[in-house]
């Protein structure tokens, strides 16, 4: 058997199968493949920050999944110009190409995936918008602040309409010991329905958009922003929705708070 045959036949055994299934498959044939991936693009990306200059970083922002690769120099141009960022002293990166979804796992897209969450713990990543089912996975990962720690009321009340919640005990549950457990036997508690809605999670890869009434602890991570001037002009997005979001432990709050609130303009 070919090795094309040999994919379209386990692409036939996998049909219906759910996320879990689809995730086994790709670690068990391409884990090698996509460490050397992971590896090329942390290199790459550290080449040209060291080629291209060796000024900090003002903002480091993600526009993840925007699908308008060739908008970065804009979006930079832009931003740098309505913050008046020294660029004497201080450059912006704000990255429109990357992509992520959990129902199209490749070498690359996991390679994005770990890229994200290795500048989130260098506390490199300032700032991140995604469409809603991918702003959604990474809350439910926490990697989000809650708004209440980044702006005052009155931004809050200003943009009420416009906040995006997750629930804070189905974050909790999801970092929980009895979770954990639920990965290694796949027993849970039927009676919980955040281990419910986690058992389906795990299945799916999808995070539920769960109403705001039914959170037990509703916490503002995201501002809707498909509105944006910015990103209609830039064709960002185009005919999604999109939420963004401060990085929980970014170390320039106050650029990310302004890159904020450049694209809710």
Request: aromatic share 14%; proline share 2%; with cysteine.
């Amino acid at each position: 058997m070919s090795l094309h045959d040999e994919i379209k036949e386990q692409q036939k055994k996998l049909k219906g199968q759910g996320f879990k299934a689809h995730w086994e498959y790709f670690w068990e044939y391409y884990k090698i493949h996509t460490f050397v991936a992971i590896a090329a693009i942390i290199l790459l990306t550290i080449l040209i920050k060291d080629i291209t200059n060796n000024k900090p970083y003002a903002l480091y922002a993600v526009l993840l999944n925007s699908n308008v690769p060739d908008t970065q120099q804009t979006f930079e141009s832009d931003f740098t110009e309505y913050a008046q960022i020294d660029t004497n002293s201080y450059t912006c990166f704000v990255d429109t190409s990357s992509s992520y979804r959990t129902d199209a796992i490749n070498e690359m897209t996991i390679a994005t995936s770990e890229k994200i969450m290795a500048n989130i713990s260098a506390k490199e990543l300032d700032v991140m918008a995604a469409d809603t089912d991918m702003f959604r996975y990474y809350a439910y990962q926490d990697v989000y602040m809650d708004l209440r720690d980044a702006f005052d009321q009155a931004f809050l009340d200003k943009y009420s309409d416009k906040i995006c919640y997750v629930d804070r005990k189905l974050i909790d549950y999801i970092s929980s010991e009895e979770y954990q457990s639920f990965m290694l036997n796949g027993e849970y508690d039927k009676n919980n329905k955040y281990a419910v809605m986690a058992a389906e999670i795990y299945n799916t890869g999808i995070y539920p958009d769960i109403p705001v009434s039914e959170m037990e602890d509703p916490v503002p991570v995201g501002l809707y922003i498909e509105d944006s001037s910015a990103i209609k002009e830039n064709n960002a997005y185009y005919g999604q929705k999109c939420i963004i979001g401060v990085i929980i432990n970014t170390g320039r709050l106050d650029t990310a708070k302004q890159f904020v609130e450049f694209l809710l303009q």
